[in-house]
């Protein structure tokens, strides 16, 4: 049991090169810690006017208008688009960002505006960890060369779920390749033509908990050596703030993080939950 807390612990601390001395390793935990405090906030209503700034630029920018050639439509009305798309390398890391946006109505303008400062947000901290982690080790003796050897990625992505004429399901990846601490998804589940998020609740009924808490532990126990029982701090309960995607086929999909119910090496733990 005390092994997997203490696994638990270290995948939640960034990992440091050997070669790092330990004032130097306390310093970006620390700065770790407190990004980590940072709640993300989902401000629909005060950031639809940003959404516009983006759509505007596929009529300017060859890059983007280009990665907006291939528009999956969702029901004649309703497009799913990816406004940013590009590469920007440097000595110190590659960039790479696709970001979604989705048009059609005011909220899916909204969602899409919360995305842009979502994926901006990411980047700019991507670049700050890298930043760090650079100047602690030239500052423990490592060299520019020996540093560009690292080939460090700060990556946004987005990858399709499902769709049908007036639901889209998908989630935005952003990665920092140096740490899986940095690895973090963000699921959007929209029924566009009633202008709202979808949930558990309105995909399963007001019983939604109790399905997909069965549904969950049924799966878990035809392996239970893989999972995490409930004294290392495994799987109790979903919530309102459980993610989850809609598969093709219209059922849920709950996901959970690395380490949150099973050993890291798994990732992202998904559970189908049928009706």
């Known amino acids: 049991?005390?092994?997997?807390?203490?696994?638990?612990?270290?995948?939640?601390?960034?990992?440091?090169?050997?070669?790092?001395?330990?004032?130097?390793?306390?310093?970006?935990?620390?700065?770790?810690?407190?990004?980590?405090?940072?709640?993300?906030?989902?401000r629909l209503g005060t950031v639809a006017a940003c959404f516009a700034v983006v759509v505007g630029a596929l009529n300017l920018s060859p890059t983007m208008a280009s990665a907006a050639a291939d528009i999956p439509v969702l029901g004649g009305l309703f497009q799913i688009l990816t406004?940013?798309?590009?590469?920007?390398?440097?000595?110190?890391?590659?960039?790479e960002v696709e970001q979604p946006a989705v048009t059609g109505s005011d909220f899916a303008d909204a969602v899409s505006a919360e995305i842009q400062e979502r994926v901006d947000a990411k980047t700019a901290e991507g670049e700050q960890l890298v930043a760090e982690y650079k100047d602690a080790f030239?500052?423990?003796?490592?060299?520019?060369?020996?540093?560009?050897?690292?080939?460090?990625?700060?990556?946004?992505?987005?990858d399709i779920k499902s769709q049908t004429d007036t639901v889209v399901s998908f989630l935005v990846e952003s990665n920092v390749s140096f740490s899986n601490a940095y690895w973090e998804r963000t699921y959007y589940n929209l029924d566009l033509a009633?202008?709202?998020?979808?949930?558990?609740?309105?995909?399963?009924?007001?019983?939604?908990?109790?399905?997909?808490?069965?549904?969950?532990?049924?799966?878990?126990?035809?392996?239970?050596s893989v999972y995490f029982d409930e004294s290392m701090g495994g799987f109790t309960t979903v919530d309102e703030t459980?993610?989850?995607?809609?598969?093709?086929?219209?059922?849920?999909?709950?996901?959970?993080?690395?380490?949150?119910v099973a050993p890291g090496v798994m990732g992202y733990v998904e559970f189908e939950i049928s009706r």
């Not at 990992?15 to 906030?41: F, N, S, T």
């Not at 459980?242 to 949150?260: D, E, K, M, R």
């Open 194 to 224: 009633a202008d709202k998020d979808l949930t558990l609740r309105d995909l399963l009924g007001e019983d939604w908990v109790t399905i997909c808490n069965d549904s969950i532990r049924t799966q878990m126990a035809a392996d239970p």
């Open 242 to 260: 459980t993610s989850f995607y809609i598969a093709q086929a219209g059922n849920p999909v709950v996901v959970f993080p690395p380490y949150a």
């Open 138 to 158: 030239l500052a423990t003796g490592g060299s520019q060369e020996e540093w560009e050897q690292h080939d460090i990625t700060v990556s946004v992505s987005y």
């Open 1 to 42: 049991m005390n092994e997997f807390k203490e696994a638990k612990q270290v995948y939640e601390e960034t990992p440091i090169p050997a070669e790092l001395d330990q004032r130097v390793r306390a310093g970006i935990r620390q700065g770790k810690a407190k990004r980590a405090r940072r709640a993300w906030g989902r």
């Open 83 to 95: 406004v940013r798309s590009y590469t920007d390398e440097n000595a110190d890391r590659t960039l």
